[in-house]
C-alpha cells in the first residue's frame, strides 16, 4: 500500500477490431435496417405536425343534480 497507487486505475487498452467482410446477408440486413429507419423517421414528421392525441387536457365532471 504505497502512496503512489492512489486514483482510479487505467482501464487496459482493447486491441483494435479487425473490419470483417460483410457478406451478403450482412448487407441485405444493413439495406433492410436503413429503410426501417426512415419509414420510421417520415412516420415521426407526419406525427409532429399534429398535435396531441387526447387533447381534451383535465377532465370535469358533469353538473352534480
Known amino acids: 500500500m504505497s ?3 492512489g486514483g482510479k486505475a487505467k482501464p487496459l487498452k482493447q486491441p483494435k477490431k479487425e473490419s470483417k467482410e460483410l457478406d451478403e446477408d450482412d ?3 444493413k439495406a433492410k435496417q436503413k429503410e426501417e429507419a426512415k419509414k420510421l ?3 415521426q414528421a407526419k406525427a409532429a405536425g399534429k398535435g396531441p392525441l387526447a387533447s381534451g387536457g383535465i377532465k370535469k365532471s358533469g353538473a352534480k343534480k
Do not use: K, S
Open 41 to 43: 423517421q417520415e412516420m
Open 3 to 5: 502512496g503512489r497507487q
Open 27 to 29: 448487407l441485405a440486413f
